[in-house]
T-cell receptor
């Protein structure tokens, strides 16, 4: 079955540091890949997505590239802010349509704390 | 544009009781999925409803059941509650038949505590 593995956390950085959170996946076919962010006490917000190999998703300074050859979708940001402190989830989705309905499979999450 | 809404926000129940959680999808969406997020874990897929029928189900016992109404809103029912059912329950909506139908939008969740 499908699975997603994220780097162990928590991750603690100083403001303006470079961020990388590693994510690898196992899936059949051609899944879509996502990063979701969860702020304390809230639900999940879609941060960025990529739907095919070599696609780069980007949003709010965050980027991730769909690497089919290494089955990876690592999240990066060049300069983090205190407001980026949250839990980040990597996820994959089977393509909707046919017998597949787009169910999401999540990694375990990585806690990011950014200090001033 | 109304996003996904869930009610109640918090709920405390006793072991053995039954609970019903509610979800209204994002405006224009017709598919609702439910996820369970235990503390410190990623969300786990429970099931998905489309056209008022359960279309796909994750690895959850029959104590977990659901319903979708003609207006696309949905309920999640859990019977015979166990302590291990304590979690954040997330509802997500999407729209079938579009290029973005794999993209799901999440509500704020219902925090269920079983004592």
């Amino acid at each position: 079955g499908n699975s997603v593995t994220q780097m162990e956390g928590p991750v603690t950085l100083s403001e303006e540091a470079f961020l990388t959170i590693n994510c690898t996946y196992t899936a059949t076919g051609y899944p879509s890949l996502f990063w979701y962010v969860q702020y304390p006490g809230e639900g999940l917000q879609l941060l960025l997505k990529a739907t095919k190999a070599d696609d780069k998703g980007s949003n709010k300074g965050f980027e991730a590239t769909y690497r089919k050859e290494t089955t990876s979708f690592h999240l990066e940001k060049g300069s983090v802010q205190v407001s980026d402190s949250a839990v980040y989830f990597c996820a994959l989705s089977d393509r909707a349509g046919g017998t597949s309905y787009g169910k999401l499979t999540f990694g375990q999450g990585t806690i990011l704390t950014v200090h001033p | 544009d109304a996003g996904v809404t869930q009610s109640p926000t918090h709920l405390i129940k006793t072991r053995g009781q039954q609970v019903t959680l509610r979800c209204s999808p994002k405006s224009g969406h017709d598919t609702v999925s439910w996820y369970q997020q235990a503390l410190g874990q990623g969300p786990q897929f429970i099931f998905q409803y489309y056209e008022e029928e359960e279309r796909q189900r994750g690895n959850f016992p029959d104590r977990f059941s659901g319903h979708q109404f003609p207006n696309y809103s949905s309920e999640l029912n859990v019977n015979a509650l166990l302590l291990g059912d304590s979690a954040l329950y997330l509802c997500a909506s999407s729209l079938v038949g579009t290029r973005s139908s794999y993209e799901q939008y999440f509500g704020p969740g219902t925090r269920l505590t079983v004592t």
